[in-house]
């Protein structure tokens, strides 16, 4: 028997929203009443490279399972970060528990000086310039919740625009420069002149059309 044809083969992959760093996956034991119950947590950071940023924490008896519960969640848990010439907009510290996260803008051309998962977390932000330095716990876990936290108290700039403001007046303008603006009269005269036809030419004359004969 010849197999069936498979009908999803032929379509494309559609473009993820978010792109996707695993942080940790630490393996997490239970103690019940018939013993010790094994699970995986993995910890995993999202973001869309435009200021879109978030992380989750999933746990299942699978590996898989607790990245994609992980993944939901951090969807749930996004923030919009200011970014300002590729970098953040002010000096900043935050603290959670023992880890403690410093973050500093930095010039053009300068990269992201970070380690771990501070480094991925701003990263997947889209911050490209930032002096950073991770104090006290080295706690993976830890440490991304006290660069989440950090991102989130970043402040605005109100007499600065941020670069996401940038990209959509840029692509706003280019896709004004060759539309022309009428009223809504001159727009309906043109949908009746459609309607009705080309206009016949100057010098030109129609015949006009021949009736058939009836017959007697």
Not at 117 to 143: C, E, P, Q
Not at 186 to 202: C, F, L, S, T, Y
Request: hydrophobic content about 35%; overall charge positive.
């Amino acid at each position: 028997m010849a197999k069936p044809q498979r009908r999803n083969s032929n379509r494309r992959k559609e473009p993820k929203e978010f792109e996707e760093e695993v942080i940790q996956v630490d393996r997490v034991t239970r103690v019940v009443k018939g013993g010790r119950r094994l699970r995986f947590r993995a910890t995993v950071v999202i973001g869309d490279k435009k200021g879109r940023v978030g992380y989750g924490i999933g746990k299942s008896t699978e590996v898989q399972l607790a990245i994609q519960k992980a993944v939901t969640k951090a969807k749930k848990n996004l923030i919009n970060v200011p970014i300002y010439g590729g970098s953040v907009p002010h000096t900043i510290q935050t603290k959670f528990k023992a880890a403690v996260v410093f973050l500093k803008p930095a010039g053009e051309g300068t990269g992201i000086i970070a380690g771990g998962a501070v480094r991925k977390m701003l990263d997947l932000a889209g911050i490209r310039n930032v002096l950073s330095k991770s104090l006290g716990s080295n706690n993976r876990l830890n440490t991304t919740k006290a660069t989440f936290q950090a991102l989130s108290l970043l402040r605005r700039r109100p007499e600065l625009e941020t670069d996401l403001e940038k990209s959509k007046k840029e692509k706003a303008e280019k896709s004004d420069v060759n539309v022309k603006k009428i009223s809504k009269s001159k727009a309906k005269e043109m949908v009746n002149a459609d309607k009705r036809g080309a206009k016949i030419p100057k010098g030109k004359k129609t015949e006009p059309k021949k009736e058939p004969a009836k017959k007697k």
